[in-house]
């Protein structure tokens, strides 16, 4: 299952896998990095958004070569989907906010205690 | 029966003004105008518009009391009155000259023909002395505001230039010196003030911690300075504490003595009494007008009949310093002083306003001055500074001679030279001199203005840098806040780290909003950490409850701070102990006040792996207790921490603290008994392995004990050294010499100089990471341009109430200090939004300006650290 995020939009893929489209135009393969959940699902996102959490930016950016840095797409075994997606949004979020844009970031009082942690994890 | 004495009036001097001023019920002391002091030559103001005055003084007494106050607080210029000035003081004698010190018969005399200033004076002395009896303070107080009021401090411009104006004072002194025994003393007492006024700002400091602490003896003390039989008692609430007036009369003697000749009769005055008052007065810029004095003294002298030599002098002294009011102008002083002589011709002097300014004043030079005079000048002069200066508690401290056992050898020590050879110390210093000594440095950003002040320049930023405008609010703070906020619908903690535990815990401590409920989650199970930074609203009950599910075998941090309702010494037997804390490194029980040597015993003992041990302010232990702790734990226990523990004496833990071998940490913050013998002794058995010194408010500990830790602890990483005022820039020499490692330091209301922190950065700078120079005032731009120079790696930089600390200043060193992220400016009102705006360092946080959020410069503990601050805790090891 593929989810690529940067426009939030969402459509039934086929066989009744989730689809997040792209809303934005094309987005190339050195731009964007892949991140994927404990379920397997893997969300396809810029690598900008993706520097905000501190964590995933070292690994980047490290002198040292990363698999992750080569092929493109990390692994987080211990952070669920529901919890994954929202990080992604933060991410953008976070962007927009920088930019200017301030708005609010709702968070689900249910998800709070696991996306904290990831957060935490994630240095974001 | 008042004797009226048979005196001319002098010539009013601007008698209108006082008039006026009496009218609007302000009293307003100020320095005469030019348009005074022609008026002085005017024929005296009749006696008619004294009762006038009287009345009007009488009727507004408290008004003007408290005007007189608030007036001399501020440096207005009034008119001021010669004439009135003199027959205040005139009638100050006649007041007085009944010899009962009671309002009424003081009060009574006020019924001559003297202008309202001096009926002020006399109501106000009337209060002080009525008064004095119930609150001594009272009296002090009233007595300091009407000597202040009545002070005249002097112009000065300067010694060298007021040849003129000490000859006319000189001849003024002259004419009035009729040496009396009361005279004298009189004058040795303002000659005293004189000295003490002008004199240093420790002297004004160390005056006006007597006068303000200890009022009433005090200012009734130096009042009689120089009597044998003094007795202040009659005076009402001066008498009282003979060790204040020991104290008093040795620091006044010794002040007189080493001030003042000890010449007392004599026609005219003495020329080393000018010497030392003019030089005094250039420091303060003060200048009393001795002959008043003398003109009082001869008043009084000729009321024999007064039967309380106290009441003489203060009623001296209260004339003197109605005589000191003094104009400020250069060209009024010359006439002034002329208008004075005429005055004195009446023995009668001198302005009412007093205006008590710290700048400079003109001061003549007085050329022949007697000793008693300048004791009365010193003595309100030291009344005025009192008002002016505030009680520095450390300042009174440091006078007292210290009589401890260390004070011999570790005070010659520190009088010593630092070093016998240029150490790093010598040579930063001298590098740090001849910097000054250059007018003009670019590289150093270093430069002097037309003023001749040096001063940094540095020049901010052009643009504007946009993202650094708000920083992104992080997920984990939004998570956080959420938490904090819906605490109560958490079910359960587990699988949550540490960290994360910790940081709400103390988010919800700090916002009250703690309880029972949240409490369990973080106990049950197995945790391996429990911080609560604020267990204030736990009770025994709840804690008894919760601890029950408490599985303490993997736990190693246990922080219940301010515990002190809910440990009690059976609760921690029914919890802890009888749980028993087999793998527990760091325990916290902070503000534990129900604890006593018998629970912390049977703490210890339940505690094997014990390293880290903080009892801040449990205020029930003792001596037992610490070697309690020594004797188990001797051989692991790596941090103790022991601030506030009022009951600890130093010298009877110190055998404990021998035994603690692996010491690194040691905080005795605010144990007031820790003294230079104590550190001597302590250093030298365990100093190799101090890393952490807390000193804080230890405030015997001289520069000797800087010395001993710069020479023994050779590891040494931080150093609080906050209020201990003893220290001066030998200590921080030392420190300089020493100490390679040390990356935190703490200085807060310390009198160290400005070239002395800034060598000290030369040679440390590199390691520093954290400084703070909370209040140490003298920092200045040498220290700027080390910090810029040296200190690369400096993380958090406190300057607050470092008011020499420009935005330039600032901008220079955020922009050279790249590693800077934390800087505090409390206090610093100077700096204004060109550093704010301009400074180029992305990461830098500056906390203590108006809008700059000023809670997160709390220091945040830092929860990724392990349990110790300076070790790592192997598991295996028990």
């Not at chain 1, 490290?62 to 929202?86: A, C, D, M, N, Y």
């Not at chain 2, 029972?516 to 911080?531: A, W």
């Amino acid at each position: 299952m593929v989810c690529v995020l940067p426009g939030l939009g969402r459509e039934k893929g086929k066989e009744g896998e989730e689809r997040v489209v792209a809303s934005a135009g094309k987005m190339r393969k050195e731009d964007t990095l892949k991140l994927i959940s404990a379920e397997g699902f893997e969300f396809v996102v810029d690598r900008k958004a993706a520097m905000v959490s501190q964590t995933i930016r070292n690994m980047l950016t490290s002198p040292g070569s990363f698999s992750e840095t080569e092929h493109g797409e990390v692994t987080f075994p211990e952070i669920s989907t529901t919890i994954l997606e929202k990080i992604c949004q933060y991410f953008y979020w976070s962007l927009q906010y920088a930019s200017g844009k301030e708005t609010e970031f709702h968070i689900e009082p249910e998800l709070t205690l696991e996306l904290m942690m990831a957060a935490n994890y994630l240095h974001t | 029966m008042p004797v009226l004495r048979s005196r001319e009036i002098p010539p009013a001097l601007a008698s209108t003004s006082s008039l006026k001023t009496l009218k609007k019920g302000i009293f307003e002391p100020s320095t005469p105008n030019k348009s005074d002091v022609p008026s002085s030559k005017q024929s005296p103001p009749t006696t008619n518009s004294s009762p006038d005055i009287l009345r009007l003084a009488s009727n507004s007494s408290s008004t003007r009391r408290r005007s007189l106050r608030l007036a001399s607080k501020s440096n207005s210029t009034e008119t001021a009155v010669d004439s009135s000035v003199s027959r205040r003081t005139f009638r100050r004698g006649t007041v007085i000259d009944e010899g009962s010190p009671t309002a009424g018969g003081i009060q009574g005399k006020c019924a001559f023909d003297r202008d309202a200033v001096g009926i002020e004076i006399v109501n106000r002395f009337d209060d002080l002395v009525s008064s004095s009896m119930r609150n001594r303070v009272t009296v002090s107080d009233s007595i300091e505001a009407m000597v202040e009021d009545c002070a005249i401090p002097m112009p000065m411009e300067g010694i060298g230039s007021a040849g003129d104006r000490e000859a006319e004072v000189l001849e003024r002194m002259e004419f009035e010196a009729n040496a009396r025994d009361i005279v004298t003393k009189g004058k040795r007492k303002s000659g005293d003030m004189l000295d003490l006024t002008p004199g240093k700002k420790e002297h004004d400091r160390r005056e006006n911690g007597y006068l303000s602490l200890r009022s009433g003896a005090r200012i009734a003390k130096r009042i009689w300075e120089g009597r044998k039989d003094l007795n202040c008692d009659e005076l009402g609430g001066s008498g009282g504490d003979s060790v204040h007036e020991k104290e008093v009369m040795a620091e006044d003697k010794k002040r007189k003595g080493v001030q003042i000749g000890e010449s007392d009769e004599g026609g005219g005055s003495k020329m080393d009494n000018d010497s030392i008052v003019n030089a005094l007065n250039a420091v303060k810029g003060r200048r009393k007008l001795t002959r008043e004095e003398k003109g009082k003294g001869k008043l009084v002298r000729d009321e024999p009949s007064l039967k309380d030599d106290g009441l003489d002098d203060l009623e001296l002294r209260l004339g003197i310093h109605i005589d000191l009011n003094v104009p400020v102008e250069t060209d009024s002083d010359m006439d002034h002083g002329k208008s004075i002589e005429n005055a004195a011709m009446n023995s009668v002097h001198l302005e009412v306003d007093q205006v008590i300014r710290d700048d400079k004043w003109s001061y003549p030079y007085i050329a022949d001055h007697k000793s008693s005079i300048r004791d009365d000048f010193k003595d309100i002069a030291r009344k005025n500074a009192a008002r002016l200066a505030h009680f520095n508690a450390q300042e009174e401290e440091a006078n007292h001679v210290n009589s401890d056992a260390e004070g011999d050898q570790p005070s010659e020590e520190a009088v010593l030279e630092i070093e016998d050879w240029p150490g790093p110390f010598s040579t930063a210093m001298k590098i740090i001199k001849d910097r000054a000594k250059k007018v003009y440095d670019p590289l150093q950003n270093l430069s002097v203005n037309q003023n001749g002040v040096a001063s940094v320049s540095w020049s901010p930023r052009k643009e504007k840098v946009l993202e650094w405008q708000k920083p992104v609010p992080s997920l984990q703070d939004l998570c956080m806040a959420i938490l904090a906020k819906n605490a109560d619908a958490i079910k359960s903690l587990e699988c949550v780290p540490d960290v994360i535990r910790h940081k709400l815990s103390q988010m919800l401590c700090d916002s009250r909003k703690m309880n029972g409920h949240f409490f369990d989650l973080l106990v049950q199970g197995s945790p391996s950490e429990i911080r609560l930074r604020d267990c204030s609203w736990l009770t025994e009950e709840q804690f008894l409850r919760s601890f029950e599910g408490c599985n303490t075998n993997s736990l190693t941090v246990l922080q219940l701070d301010q515990c002190g309702r809910c440990m009690p010494d059976y609760t921690l037997l029914a919890t802890l102990v009888r749980k028993s804390l087999p793998v527990v490194t760091s325990i916290s029980l902070k503000g534990a006040c129900r604890l006593s040597d018998d629970g912390l015993s049977a703490l210890i003992s339940s505690a094997p792996a014990l390293r880290s041990i903080n009892l801040s302010q449990c205020s029930l232990l003792t001596a037992v207790g610490i070697s309690a702790i020594a004797e188990s734990l001797g051989s692991i226990l790596r941090e103790l921490y022991l601030d506030d523990c009022q009951t600890l004496d130093a010298m009877c833990i110190l055998p404990a603290l021998k035994k603690l071998k692996q010491l690194e940490v040691l905080s005795l913050a605010g144990i007031q008994s820790v003294s230079d013998k104590f550190m001597r002794e302590f250093i030298c058995s365990n100093g190799h392995n101090m890393k952490q010194l807390v000193l804080t408010n230890c405030v015997k500990l001289t520069d000797f004990s800087l010395k001993v830790i710069a020479e023994t602890c050779s590891e040494i990483c931080a150093l609080d050294l906050v209020n201990m005022y003893k220290l001066t820039d030998v200590g921080i020499g030392h420190l300089a010499n020493g100490c390679q490692a040390i990356r935190t330091l703490k200085l807060c209301r310390n009198t160290f100089s400005d070239e002395a922190i800034a060598a000290f950065l030369e040679t440390h700078g590199e390691s520093l990471r954290e400084l703070s120079l909370n209040n140490v005032s003298k920092v200045g731009h040498h220290t700027v341009i080390s910090l810029a120079r040296c200190c690369r790696n400096l993380h958090s930089l406190d300057v607050s109430w470092c008011r020499n600390m420009t935005d330039d200043a600032l901008g220079l060193i955020a922009d050279s200090c790249l590693s800077l992220r934390v800087l505090k400016i409390f206090g610093c009102t100077q700096v204004t939004r060109k550093f704010l705006d301009g400074h180029s360092n992305p990461c830098l946080q500056v906390t203590g300006m108006k809008l700059t959020p000023i809670l997160e410069h709390l220091k945040e503990p830092d929860f990724q650290q392990g349990p110790l601050l300076y070790s790592v805790v192997s598991p295996s090891s028990s």
